[in-house]
């Protein structure tokens, strides 16, 4: 036991040798490399913006992030999150904004109308479309699938092994909103909803649909980076209608458009940041977030070096936002 | 994700054969039970099995969503939830953010870290080298140029700063809990149950609460890393105490010491190796817990893996979890290093002689002063990497155009995309075929038939399967599920872990008793293993996607793919332990290889491949939430969508409880049948 002891001090004494080495390295030699760039970074301060778990939403982040860096020398933190711990995060305080919302009427109500803890920071100018997709060749082998009223006629060619006697309709990522069971119900389809559980099976669903030339009605949406890759064509159901979707069990109309919006923590919309004003006034379109999401999904590229590429192309929408 | 706990290596153990006659009574029973069930299924089918729609919530969901609320509006104000664990966020968060300064990331006005990857380089290797020895060294070195040669420099220092937070936080409550549990039977069956709850639960349950007290950011996954990793160490700790043998306890006794110079000069330096062991089983658990705590934004390699599984690029999926493959390899193979010189100086007490390594030999001076000089050496060359790392850009931050992850992920999904769009077709058929053979029929019978039919067929089975304990505990579970109002899920989540299970020993017998005849096949498919092991599931989600879509099969080719690995080494295990004599009597009567494997090593080995079963179901389980995400709806989509959806939340932890109960219940059903197998 005693030698134990005595090797293990030798131990801790080598370890402090070592330790005091680096502290002294670290308090001489720090001189080598210093920053160029960071310039009054104090007067934005920390931006905490939430990053959701698709492309089209890391376009919107990393652009508008970029902007921030470049332009006001904030110091911006991408704080990865699914959507709904994104608004419990601005409650809290540790998330700062979300640019790019899809409804969460419940939230709305909780969040912005009773605990009055997030604002709304308006519109992103971007049009959010869900429903139900088939692929290209579909649509072009049979073309009046793309009505509500013939998937009854097509059904059994889209059954699967997951599906029994009826036709399969696939559903998404659990955290998107989805009416599916209800339409499938009340408009009397012979459909059975089948959840894929993750973007990737949706999109993945949707290679392999098209390049095998296999049936697929899927749930899907827009804006999307996928778009720019497959033309994807949507069914219509019955139009949407205000206040057709109230009762969610009797839901029998096509899912309403979105006017995707921003969202702040009513503590950062008045700490008077100027970061806040910018991110009040950044719009763009779907074609502009579908561009920058190609740069990211298809070219491989950095979502910092997509953002920075489009933000070079677009002095003029950036200098909007900046007034 | 590991069962080490129930890993015995009593298996290697020559085994009595199983007497047939009893053997076939049983089948029998199980015949007769089966019959049962199929009438009643013929006549009942379709009616009572308690099916629910996936958005109808019941009083126990909506209760946990209230409480839920009710946390989450004390986190702004209660003091334990807001001070006390506000602060201790603050600080775990301060810790990450100072070491990542240090290693990792941008330190102030440098826009590198304070250290740069050259010095943190040197660091390391020194450090392994004080440790664990020359191998491992080696290891090391090879490893940390890894990370900064394939372009994720940044991200591995970060799942290493968090992962070595949560051991040693572990360490902190872990060691000293399983201390008291050694010493005191009460408090080891007092927190045995919560172990055995925080290892069943899925992750992905406590994910969103625990980010609700912490906020994002490092604490939180820090917090989650260490609840997983925790039960291991405690476990081992306890067993490597009590292990201690008793004659020796005696003689301490006997010398007329105290309990705790007991424990202090007896029961922890002997039990030192094992406790060493726990360590390094903790350090794997947090190393695989940290990356899924990426769903919260953990810092990390997961990040990126979750990020490229968006974009649902392959290759950039592959390079980080890549990574992480290494990373495990290297804290493996040098916790096991350390953990091997702690026993040999526990072997060698008094002595303080190092093994002479290879630079000894070939000096052939004293170990002991060529340790030394090599260490000493070491700081210079350390210090110098230290200062060119602070002085110089290069050494600083290794450049982009430097790093070959890139082409490796380019290459990765070149590769992925030809082997797909050649064999996807195959494998749907093979998917097809397993889904209307096996899984359609099997769900049909057990979640098409009413509840009150399958719950007394699951106790019979248990009871001629396992016994009586077994019976008492599928009835207690049987409850919870019925309880929590998830049981037609439940059955269909159990079909698929049932075939998955199957599928996974038909695997693991081929290529097991492959390996266990062939020493060249065992060193070929051994560290395929290790990988799959460590690999992060959802790196091959996309492949596994493309070739079986997203059903119920993609969901079971994930479990095989966790669970196969440790099935395989316990069958290869099993099949090396067949005693030699009895395979020489068995040539010398000249049979083929064929009647080899079926008429001696498979029936000698038996036991290995109950047991092998028991882990490959336990490890099955455990991929449940993932299949979620690919197709397998029921119980794993329920807590999918519980961590991300606010309403669903309640629905989610009853359905992460009812995994717990089908895991408990199945556990202990094929531990029975295992142990009847030794007597």
Known sequence: MIGGIKRGSARVGAVGVAAVLALSLAACGGGGISNNAGTG????????????????????????????TSKLGCTVNYVKLSEQPSWAGMASGTVDTILENWGHDDLVAKYITQQKVVVDAGQTGNKGVIGWYVPPWMAAKYPDITNWQNLNKYASMFKTSESGSQGQLLDGDPSYVTNDQALVTNLKLNFKVVVGGSEAALIQSFKTAEANKTPLLAYFYEPQWFFSEMKLVKVNLPAYTTGCDADAAKVACDYPPYNLNKLMSTKFANSGSPAVNVIKNFTWTNDDQNLVSTYISSNGMSPDAAAQKWIAANPDKVAAWLK | MSALGTLDPASKEEQPLVVPEKKRRTGLKLAV?????LVGWLIFRGTGTLSQPFAQLNGFDTWLNHIRDNIQAASLTNWFFHGVLGQVSTFVNWLVTQAGQWISHPAGVRPVPQIGWLGVLGIATWVTYLVAGVRSTVLVAVSFFLFAWLGFWASSMDLLIVTAIAVVASLLVGIPTGIVMARSRTVSGIITPILDAMQTMPSFCYLLPIFMLFGPGATCAVVLTVIYSLPPLVRITEHGIRSVSPTTIEAARSLGVTRSQLLRQVQLPMARRTIVLGINQCTLAALSMAVI???????????????????????QAAVPGLLIVVMAIMLDRTTTAVSERTGRRIVQIGRTVARPGLLGRVLSINPVLRRRIALCGGVLVVAMMIYLSRSQLDYAKFQDSWTVGGHLSTWINDVTNNVVSHIDKVTLEFKNAVSYGALNPLQNVLANSPWWLVAPIILALSFVIGGLRPLVISAVCEGVIFGVGLWNDAMVTLTSVLVATALTMILAIIVGVWMGRNRRAEVLVRPILDAFQTIPPFVYLVPALALFGPTRFTAIVAGIAYAAPIAIKLVTDGILGVPETII????????????????????????????????????VLSMVVIGGMVGAGSLGYIVVSGSVQGDIFGKGVAAGIAIIALGIMLDRIAKSAVDRQKS
């Open chain 2, 584 to 619: 020489e009597a068995a040539r010398s009567n000249g049979v083929t290889s064929w009647q080899m494997i079926r008429k001696v090593q498979l029936p000698m080995a038996r036991p290995s491949l109950v047991l092998a079963a028991n882990q490959g179901l336990l490890y």
């Open chain 2, 33 to 37: 039970i089966l019959a049962v069930w």
């Open chain 2, 293 to 315: 705590a990426a769903y919260v934004n953990g810092p990390g390699l997961g990040i990126d893996v979750l990020s490229a599984l968006n974009a649902l690029n392959v290759g």
């Open chain 1, 41 to 68: 970074g104090k007067a934005c301060g920390n931006v905490n913006i939430a990053l959701n778990g698709w492309v089209g939403y890391e376009s919107d982040a990393y652009v508008v992030g970029n902007v921030l």
